[in-house]
């Protein structure tokens, strides 16, 4: 009874047939870039999401790229982006030039908190990069009113809450991905939506920017050798796209059981006061890409050496907060941050844990 903090082998064996299928396809066709499947695929999640303009590209990282250049933005200018996210969201930021504007996030939702935001626009900030942080969407109906009060673009980085919703006050409720000006999703493997390789999509309900953003992925041309900006290289191949076409189908079918699996954890960890389990927000559903505990005045490091005697993986997101990254030094003050990134820790969250599984999980944890 093998534990992982995903189980890619055993969610692909129950979907073998299809998958090898979808895949010896492409091979048959040879149509490896631009293929029917991606077209498909592009297609499948625009009406999945609900959103008019679907752009697949070459992994997350990518997306977000893409984005920042479709909206213009000058050597110099600031995008405000929370401090407690995986490095690929400041790195494309400092990558273009701009100026990543660091700001703490929520202790108890994680999510980027929204007075900060507030705290840190300048008349030099041009965008704010949201993060749904471990499957459930940050607060943005208040973002959305505070960037649209100061004219700043937004872009949601969707890779962790791929198929979440959320719930505006009007009670529209929509995408996760799909509220801002544009949003970006990763098909990493072990993401909600994982493909068998590096993927990732562009998300938008604007027709100019996802004009822009589709030359951008394609150097730049709308015409084929007619490059009328510098763009990128950045696709998504058809073999992947097939794969996405199969696996699309069971996203809903995984975010239950994800859930399901949060609920289990709830339930027992909840009763123990060494750990705080994952707050939800009132407003957005949660697809659980992490369940992420903090632990309260315990030891991390042998917690997860005590968990790895029965077999049991944990993983720390993130240990390190950007602002003190080599790279990403800024001089501000991220008191939560600081505090979270020495506290949780993310158990095994998959779409194949058994109750059996999460016994032993569970039972390990609450005998520490
Ligand atoms: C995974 C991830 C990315 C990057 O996606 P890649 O496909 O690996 O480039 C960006 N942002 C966040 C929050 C992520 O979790």
Redesign the pocket.
């Given at each position: 009874m093998s534990i992982q903090m995903v189980d890619l082998k055993g969610q692909y064996l129950k979907i073998k047939d299809e998958v090898d299928a979808a895949i010896q396809d492409v091979i048959d066709s040879t149509a490896f870039i631009n293929g029917t499947p991606v077209k498909e695929f592009a297609s499948n999640l625009a009406q999945y999401l609900s959103v008019k303009h679907v752009i697949p590209c070459?992994?997350?990282?990518?997306?977000?790229q893409v984005s920042l250049m479709a909206l213009d933005l000058k050597p110099g200018d600031e995008v405000i982006v929370p401090c407690f996210?995986?490095a690929?969201?400041a790195e494309v930021i400092a990558l273009l030039g701009l100026t990543p504007v660091l700001v703490d996030v929520d202790p108890d939702t994680f999510q980027v908190n929204v007075a900060e935001i507030e705290k840190h626009i300048s008349p030099k900030t041009k965008a704010i990069v949201p993060?749904?942080?471990f499957g459930q969407c940050a607060d943005m109906e208040a973002i959305l009113v505070l960037a649209n009060e100061h004219n700043i673009a937004v872009v949601e980085?969707n890779?962790?809450a791929f198929g979440a919703t959320y719930t505006f006050s009007d009670g529209s409720r929509v995408s996760a991905g799909c509220m801002g000006h544009l949003g970006?999703t990763?098909?990493?493997p072990s993401?909600n939506l994982g493909c068998y390789g590096?993927?990732?999509a562009i998300f938008t309900n604007d027709d100019q920017l996802a004009e822009k953003a589709r030359m951008i992925c394609n150097h730049g041309q709308k015409k084929k050798y007619h490059h009328s900006m510098v763009g990128v290289n950045s696709r998504l191949d058809s073999i992947q796209a097939a794969v996405l076409n199969v696996k699309l189908n069971y996203l809903d079918t995984y975010a239950s059981h994800r859930n399901y699996v949060a609920d289990y954890y709830d339930r027992v960890l909840g009763n123990d006061s060494r750990f705080t389990i994952p707050k939800r927000m009132n407003n957005s559903s949660h697809v659980f890409?992490q369940y992420t505990l903090k632990l309260n005045h315990l030891d991390r490091a042998e917690l997860q050496e005590h968990l790895k005697k029965s077999g049991i993986p944990s993983t720390v997101y993130y240990p390190v907060p950007l602002n003190e990254q080599e790279a990403y030094k800024s001089v501000g003050s991220y008191p939560i941050t600081q505090d979270l990134c020495t506290r949780v820790l993310s158990l095994p969250m998959s779409t194949e844990l058994t109750d059996e599984q999460l016994e032993l999980i569970t039972n390990t944890l609450v005998n520490f």
């Open positions: 070459g992994n997350g990282t990518d997306a977000l996210t995986y690929a969201t993060v749904h942080l980085d890779a962790q970006t990763s098909f990493f993401k590096d993927g990732g890409h």
